[in-house]
């Protein structure tokens, strides 16, 4: 049981806003275990994203919505506090790859840390009037800066956590340094725990803390499948970006048409290359085959789950999907890439298949291989719901980190 600090006030600095599902559903988990918690965005996300309604929290709240009182608090920072705003500024122009000028995009270095400084003040001041004591960035890079910022012009200590494209593909050039000054680092693989040891042999296996992010198992309901029919029924759901393979995916579709096999692929999600993939399926005669849904909220999602036959992820570069924790938790088998931390969740063999990215024939062989074994993807899909609820249920991973923020706090 998790036990608790009176007054407890958490600062949660988001990249976006509304927050992406992982991060709402585990902000959601940590308040409902008595710890204030308080959201505080970087921006305005241009797409939908989580539709879970943040009861219970004290507020959100976004400079970019009080621009002009962020202003103010920018010209009243220097005057207040001048040796903490050049700590800010000076760890602003410092902590760079290579230059000042470095803006190179997914980096939070030079005059891009700059731009953030306002934004810091600004949750500075925030974080003051509501008697935060503590700030947690959800990523390592543009987020964690934010609350290195605030650490440094309040004396408010910070946590971090790390996910995928943030440790692997992007890191900060300060990592370890954030990692060492930081309450606590958190990551949510044991694959990239095992990967920042190996590459930073300063770390130790104690700065690194691993906990699961998590699905509502409630939403998610373990539904039997039924045997395949004719028509083969696959589900893939992800932003419409380069980094989810959907090249790969739609050529496997184009491979799937040529065996004569009649399939529906349903994608939901929305993102910058919608129009691109609606030319292609045209283009390739899949427009009664292959249907792009765009964005829909969690209850379409577990109802698209529950009605597929096999989940489909074709993509580059992960942490550990949420999604796929989604549809292993109503029983689907998954078809995915093995890359980074998705083997720690798909187990080939187990839960479903693994196969080698930017391979299409592969993608084809393994979702064939599957309806030929309708008993094999049904024994892969009750696997996968144990596993789910054994590693990945929200309720429980969320009381590990309520209980991370509980016993470092009151050291």
Request: some cysteine.
């Amino acid at each position: 049981m998790t036990q608790e600090i009176k007054g407890l006030n958490i600062g949660y600095i988001a990249s976006i806003y509304p927050l992406p599902t992982f991060t709402a559903s585990e902000v959601l988990a940590v308040a409902q275990k008595g710890i204030g918690v308080s959201v505080f965005p970087v921006k305005r996300s241009k797409q939908k994203t989580s539709q879970l309604t943040l009861q219970g929290l004290p507020f959100v709240t976004a400079w970019y919505d009080h621009f002009l009182t962020a202003v103010f608090y920018n010209l009243l920072a220097p005057l207040m506090h001048p040796v903490k705003y050049w700590h800010c500024f000076q760890y602003a122009i410092t902590t760079t790859g290579t230059n000042l000028f470095s803006i190179k995009k997914g980096t939070t270095s030079g005059i891009r840390n700059l731009l953030l400084l306002p934004i810091g003040i600004y949750y500075s001041f925030i974080c003051q009037q509501k008697k935060v004591g503590h700030i947690h960035a959800e990523f390592a890079g543009v987020p964690a800066t934010i609350a290195i910022m605030i650490s440094k012009y309040t004396g408010i200590g910070y946590s971090f956590s790390g996910h995928g494209f943030d440790l692997h593909f992007m890191p900060p050039h300060d990592l370890v340094d954030r990692i060492k000054n930081a309450v606590f680092f958190r990551t949510i693989s044991e694959y990239n725990k095992k990967f920042l040891l190996g590459k930073y042999a300063v770390l130790k296996d104690t700065d690194i803390k691993v906990i699961r992010c998590g699905v509502d198992l409630a939403k998610f309901k373990y539904v039997p499948k039924r045997q395949y029919s004719d028509r083969l029924r696959l589900l893939c759901v992800g932003r419409l970006a380069p980094v989810k393979g959907y090249q790969y995916l739609l050529n496997a579709c184009v491979l799937l048409d040529k065996t004569g096999q009649d399939f529906i692929l349903n994608i939901i999600g929305d993102g910058q290359l919608f129009d691109e993939l609606k030319v292609f399926i045209t283009d390739h005669n899949l427009d009664n085959k292959v249907f792009l849904r765009g964005y829909c909220p969690q209850e379409e999602i577990s109802k698209y789950c529950n009605e597929s036959d096999i989940f489909v992820l074709a993509s580059l570069s992960e942490g550990i999907p949420v999604v796929i924790m989604e549809a292993m938790a109503t029983g689907m088998p998954v078809v995915a890439t093995k890359i980074t931390g998705v083997p720690e969740i798909v187990e080939d063999g187990s839960t479903g298949y693994l196969v080698e990215p930017k391979n299409p024939e592969a993608l084809a062989n393994a979702i064939i291989k599957l309806m030929k074994e309708p008993q094999r993807a049904a024994e892969f899909g009750k696997n996968g719901r144990r596993k789910v609820e054994r590693m990945y249920d929200i309720t429980e991973n969320g009381r590990a980190m309520a209980e991370l923020f509980v016993t470092r706090l009151s050291k």
